[in-house]
């Protein structure tokens, strides 16, 4: 079965960085899309980041280039590095997995998710 087990929230302050791990497991990790999403309470979840076989994309909207993400297939991680740290970036953080092998932007396994909290 499939497991994607986030880790690395935490309370951070305005300005700092944080780095978010997802461990994988139960599915064929290098063939497969990763993501990282976002849900702050009261709002709709926000695409953050991805990473496939073909590349990586961010949503420069909200993330302004402040985020980048990396993948050790070796390990079936994927890492979400966050810098510059606002107090909107506040919210809860999802890893998701693609839901079959080769396809992007279609994410059927989400992990429980790890709570990042940024102070002013």
């Known amino acids: 079965q499939v497991q994607l087990v986030e880790s690395g929230g935490g309370l951070v302050q305005a300005g700092g960085s944080l780095r978010l791990s997802c461990t994988a497991s139960?599915?064929?990790?290098?063939?497969?899309?990763m993501a990282w999403f976002r849900q702050a309470p009261g709002k709709e979840r926000e695409f953050v980041a991805s990473?496939?076989?073909?590349?990586?994309?961010t949503n420069s909207g909200s993330v302004k280039g402040r985020f980048t993400i990396s993948r050790d297939n070796s390990k079936n991680m994927v890492y979400l590095q966050m810098y510059s740290l606002k107090p909107e970036d506040t919210a809860v953080y999802y890893c998701?997995?693609?839901?079959?092998?080769?396809?992007?932007?279609?994410?059927?396994?989400w992990g429980q998710g790890t709570q990042v909290t940024v102070s002013s």
């Open positions: 998701a997995a693609g839901s079959a092998d080769y396809m992007e932007s279609s994410y059927g396994h």
């Open positions: 139960g599915l064929p990790f290098s063939s497969r899309d």
């Open positions: 990473i496939s076989w073909s590349g990586w994309r």
